[in-house]
C-alpha cells in the first residue's frame, strides 16, 4: 500500500487543499513525507452527507453481515503487513512489540465486537404481548429495540496510533451499533491513519455497503474537527485526549440546535492506595512493581498512575528508596510528539518548583529529542488538599507521592479528588477492613477498581469499564473499552401494535433470530411458538 | 393527613420563608388554601447536603430492602385516601376518575420499579474471569456492575400531578437505581406535591433509611430549580415540561465544572399518518377516533396528536368532515393552569392568523374560565415546509392536517420534523409497502412508532419508550416511563481482583443473589460452583 497523504471521503481518495502537514518522527524531529492536505468544510460537508445517505441502510444490515464487516476490517488491517508497524514507529517513536502489541488489540477488539453483535443482547429485545382483555383498558402489543443513534464522528487519539485512532474502539463500538463514522485523524500519525482508513474503505466496498458508512479527514488545527461536531447529521461523538480538547468538543456539541452526546475519554490521575500491611510486608516491590507501571511506554497511558497515597512512616520510605532506583534506572523512552514532550517537560518543571513538593527522583539524562525523563515526587496530604494545581494530570512518567498523617488524611485526599478512570489498592488480608472502608469512596471517584495491581494495562472484554466522573471522561454513563461500549451509540424504539411483517425481525413472534428477549418481564430466548 | 405549605427537607418539615404562594383553582381562578412558603439558597443547601451524606448508605441497600422501600411509597400514597384525589381535582382541574386512574398508575409503576429492583438485570453483572495462563499475558478476573449515579434533581410536571410529579416516573426510577432524590415541586399543585411528599418521607422513615433519601422543596419562580441543578452533589436531572424550561436546565448543566445529564421530556407533536387505503376504508372513524385523542384531558398530553398527515382528496375531506363534528361537540374541558390556558389561547390565536393556514372547526364556546376550546385546523406541506413557527407544539386540544400533494410531500414533511415522542400509522392491508417505506424514517424521528392507534396512553411496562430524539427529549437514549428508565440513573464499575469478601454481593463466586450475570460473555444465571 502507498501512503499518498489523502483523505478518504467515502470510495474517493482526495487530497485536502488547506495547510498542508507532515508527520514529526519524535525520535530525530525530522518531517516524514508524504505531505498531508488539511481538508475543510467542503469535505466535512462530503463526508457528513455520505455518512448520512448511508445510515438507513448501514443500521438495517443483519447481525451476521454487520459482524463479517467487522471482521473483514480486521483482516484488512493484518493485511497491511509490517508497513503499517514501521510507518507507526516512525510516527510516533513507540517500539515494535508495543505497536505488534497493540495491532492485536486491535483487531482482537474489532472481531469482540463482531461476536457482540452476532450474540444479539445488545438489542435488549424487549416484548409485552398485548392483553386485549385487560381491564379496564386493554393493553396494547408494546416491542421494543435499540437501534444506531446515527453517525459519528471519532477522533483519533495520539497515544495509541492503532487501538483509540482510526479503527479503533471508539470506531468498532459505533459500527457495530450500525453507526456510520467519520474520523478526524490525529495529525501526529497520518501516515498509520490513511494506511488504516484504506483497510477500513476496503471492507466497505468488499462488503457491498454503502460508501458512506466510513470517512477519513485531515486537518492540522481545531476546525475540521469542530466544523465535524458541528454538523447537525452527527450524532455522537469519540474522543480520547486531553481534558482541554474534550471540553472544548462536549461545548461545540451543547451549542448545536440539537445537542448530541459526547463521549470523551479526557484525565485522570489514577491514585494508588498502599495501605499499612501490604506496605509493610512488601514496600521494595511495590516500589518497583510502581516503577514498571509509571514508565511502561513513556508513562503515555490515560491509566498511568500519577498519585500514590499512603500514611507516612518508614514503611513507606522504603517503598520511595525502591522507587527511587527504579526511577533512576528507568531508561529514558521517546514520547509521541514533540507538543507532548514540552507539555511533560512544562508541567515536571511546575511540580519540581512547587515549593510544597520534593523532587524524589528522576529518571537518566535523556540521549535523544523528546525523551521523557522520569520524575517521581512527594507532597503532604495537606498541601495537596490546598492546591488544585497539585491535582492535574502530567500526561507522561511522572507521579506524586502524598505522604498521608493518617488513614484520615488519606480519606480526605480521595474524597477531594476528581473523577478518575480508576483506582487501585495493594491490600493484604490485614488491611480488608481499611479497603472496605475505602470502597464507597473509590466506587463514586473511578470506573475501575483494583487490588494489587497495577492501572495500565486494559483488558478488552465484556467486563472492562474505561470510564470514570468527569473530567476521567465526560459521560461516567459508559465505557471507551470494551463491548458495553456499544450501548453509547444506541437508542430504544418502541413498536405499539405493528403487523408482524412490518416489525423489525428482531421483535417479530417466534423470535426468527433467537435473540435473548424480555418476554412480558422475563428474560430468556422465547421459542418457536407465538409469545 | 394536613396540608401545611411546607417543605420537606429530610425528616423535618418546614416553611420556606421566600414569597408565600398559593394553588390556583383554574375552573373558578380562586386560591386555594394554605400559602407555601418558597424556599432558598440555605434549603437547597440542605437537601443536597442531606442527600449526598444519605447516598452511601442508599446506594448500598440490598434489593429486598429497595423493592420494599418503593412498596411502601405505594401504600403510603394510597392510605391517604380521597383527600389526595380532593387536592388535586382542586389543583389541576382534572375530573376524579382521571385521577383515580392516575393514582393507580403511579402506585402501579412504584411496585412494577420494585419488581424490577428484585430480579436485578439491571445491575448488568458481567464476569471475565482470569486467565492466569494465557500467554503474551495473563487475564486479571474482571468483573462490572451498575451503581448508582448520585442524588437526583426531580422537577414535578404539571399535567400529571400524580404520575409525573413528586412521587412519579423519575422519582420510582432514581430511587430504585439507588439515587437519593430532591423534588422541586411543581408550583401549580403544591398541596397534591406536599400530601405525596410526606408518605415518601413517612416511608423513608419506616424503612429506616437515611433521612436525605428524599427532600421536596417549593418555589414559585425558576431559582430553586436552577442553585438545585447547580448543586455539586447532584448528578443528574429528570424533567417533564417545556421546552423552554428543559432547554435552561440543559445550559446549566452543561455550564456546571463537572456537566450532569438532564432527563428533560419536552415537546412534541406527534404526528399521525393516514395512509391510503386506510382512510378510504374508514374516513370517519379515523376523524372520530382522532378528536377522542386530541381532546382527552383538554389535550393536555405530551403525547397529543397536534399533527396529521395524509394524501390530499375526497376521503382526506370525509376524515375532515368527521373530524370537524366531533370538534364542534366536544365539551370545553377546564386546563391546568391559567398559564397554561393563555399559552394555549395565544398558539391558537397565531395559528388561526396564518394566513397559510385555515381553521376547519372550533369546539363550544367556553362557558368557565381557563376552558380550553378544541381547534382544527388544515395547511398546505408546501406552507408547513416553509414555516417553522407551524412545526411548534401547541399545548392542548389543537391540531393542524396537512393537505399533502402525494407521498413525496408526505414524506419531505415527515423528514423536515424535529424529534418526536411517538408518530402514529393508520393502515390498512394495501398500505403496508408504503408504511414500510417509512419505517425508516418514523425510526430516526420518534421514540414509539405506534399502528392503527392513537398516541395518547403510555403503558408503563418493559417495552414502553416514551423518549425521542431532541426537542421530544434532551437525550433520546433513554425513556422515563417503563423500567428502561432505571438506566438513566446508573454508572458501571469494574472490579479488578478485588477478594470475594469486598465485592459486592451481585459479583460474587457462586452468585449468591442468583441474578442472571454474563460470565465470559454468556449470559445465564451461574449456578452455586465457582465460575
Redesign the interface.
Known amino acids: 500500500m502507498t501512503i499518498r497523504g489523502e483523505m478518504l471521503i467515502g470510495a474517493t481518495a482526495l487530497r485536502g487543499t488547506d495547510t498542508v502537514f507532515h508527520a514529526i518522527d519524535p525520535s530525530t524531529g525530522t518531517a516524514l513525507e508524504p505531505g498531508f492536505g488539511g481538508g475543510g468544510s467542503a469535505e466535512v460537508e462530503r463526508a457528513c452527507a455520505l455518512a448520512w445517505d448511508a445510515?438507513?441502510a448501514f443500521r438495517?444490515t443483519g447481525l451476521e453481515a454487520r459482524a463479517a464487516f467487522l471482521e473483514a476490517i480486521a483482516d484488512g488491517i493484518m493485511a497491511i503487513g509490517d508497513e503499517l508497524i514501521q510507518r507507526a514507529m516512525a510516527e510516533t517513536g513507540l517500539p515494535r512489540p508495543r505497536l505488534e502489541?497493540e495491532r492485536g488489540r486491535t483487531v482482537g477488539q474489532l472481531r469482540l465486537f463482531a461476536?457482540t453483535v452476532r450474540?444479539g443482547?445488545w438489542l435488549?429485545a424487549?416484548?409485552?404481548p398485548a392483553q386485549p382483555d385487560r381491564a379496564?383498558?386493554p393493553?396494547?402489543d408494546?416491542?421494543?429495540r435499540h437501534?444506531a443513534?446515527?453517525p459519528v464522528a471519532v477522533f483519533g487519539a495520539s497515544n495509541f496510533p492503532l487501538a483509540f485512532s482510526v479503527a479503533g474502539g471508539d470506531t468498532a463500538s459505533a459500527l457495530a451499533a450500525g453507526c456510520p463514522v467519520v474520523v478526524k485523524a490525529h495529525s501526529a500519525h497520518p501516515g498509520t491513519s490513511e494506511l488504516i482508513g484504506r483497510a477500513v474503505q476496503a471492507a466497505v466496498a468488499a462488503c457491498g455497503l454503502p460508501e458512506g458508512v466510513f470517512s477519513l479527514l485531515f486537518g492540522s488545527g481545531n476546525r475540521v474537527g469542530t466544523a465535524l461536531v458541528a454538523d447537525p447529521r452527527i450524532k455522537a461523538v469519540g474522543f480520547t485526549g486531553s481534558r482541554t480538547g474534550g471540553v472544548a468538543l462536549?461545548?461545540v456539541a451543547?451549542a448545536r440546535p440539537?445537542?448530541i452526546?459526547v463521549y470523551a475519554e479526557m484525565s485522570s490521575i489514577n491514585p494508588v492506595i498502599l495501605l499499612p500491611a501490604a506496605l509493610a510486608a512488601r514496600a521494595e516491590a511495590l516500589g518497583t512493581g510502581f516503577v514498571g507501571s509509571l514508565t511502561m511506554g513513556a508513562g503515555q497511558f490515560c491509566t498511568n498512575p500519577g498519585l500514590v497515597l499512603a500514611i507516612d512512616g518508614p514503611d513507606l520510605d522504603r517503598f520511595l528508596d525502591a522507587a527511587a532506583t527504579a526511577v533512576g534506572g528507568a531508561a529514558p523512552a521517546t514520547m509521541l510528539t514533540p507538543g507532548i514532550h514540552a507539555a511533560f517537560t512544562g508541567g515536571v518543571a511546575r511540580l519540581s518548583g512547587n515549593a510544597a513538593v520534593t523532587t524524589r527522583a528522576r529518571g537518566p539524562e535523556t540521549s535523544g529529542p523528546h525523551q521523557c525523563r522520569a520524575g517521581l515526587f512527594t507532597t503532604s496530604a495537606d498541601a495537596f488538599l490546598d492546591d488544585p494545581a497539585l491535582h492535574e494530570e502530567i500526561f507522561g512518567a511522572a507521579s506524586l507521592v502524598i505522604r498521608c498523617a493518617g488513614s484520615q488524611a488519606l480519606r480526605a485526599v480521595l474524597e477531594r479528588l476528581?473523577?478518575q478512570l480508576t483506582a487501585t489498592l495493594h491490600m493484604d488480608g490485614a488491611d480488608?477492613e481499611a479497603?472496605?472502608a475505602l470502597?464507597?469512596v473509590l466506587?463514586?471517584k473511578?470506573?475501575?477498581?483494583?487490588?494489587?495491581?497495577w492501572p495500565t494495562?486494559v483488558?478488552v472484554?465484556?467486563?472492562?469499564?474505561h470510564?470514570g466522573?468527569?473530567?476521567a471522561t465526560?459521560?461516567?454513563?459508559?465505557?471507551s473499552v470494551g463491548?458495553?461500549a456499544i450501548r453509547r451509540f444506541?437508542?430504544?424504539?418502541?413498536?405499539?401494535?405493528?403487523?408482524d411483517?412490518?416489525l423489525p425481525e428482531a421483535l417479530r413472534r417466534g423470535n426468527p433470530l433467537g435473540l435473548?428477549r424480555?418476554v412480558?418481564?422475563v428474560?430468556g430466548r422465547d421459542g418457536t411458538t407465538s409469545p
Open positions: 445510515f438507513d438495517d502489541g461476536r450474540e443482547s435488549d424487549r416484548i409485552d379496564p383498558l393493553r396494547a408494546l416491542r421494543q437501534i443513534l446515527g462536549m461545548k451543547a440539537e445537542p452526546p476528581e473523577g480488608a479497603a472496605r470502597l464507597p466506587e463514586r473511578a470506573g475501575r477498581i483494583l487490588a494489587n495491581g494495562g483488558e472484554c465484556e467486563a472492562m469499564v470510564g466522573p468527569f473530567p465526560s459521560d461516567s454513563r459508559t465505557t463491548t458495553l444506541l437508542r430504544p424504539v418502541c413498536y405499539q401494535d405493528l403487523p411483517a412490518l435473548w424480555r412480558d418481564g428474560l
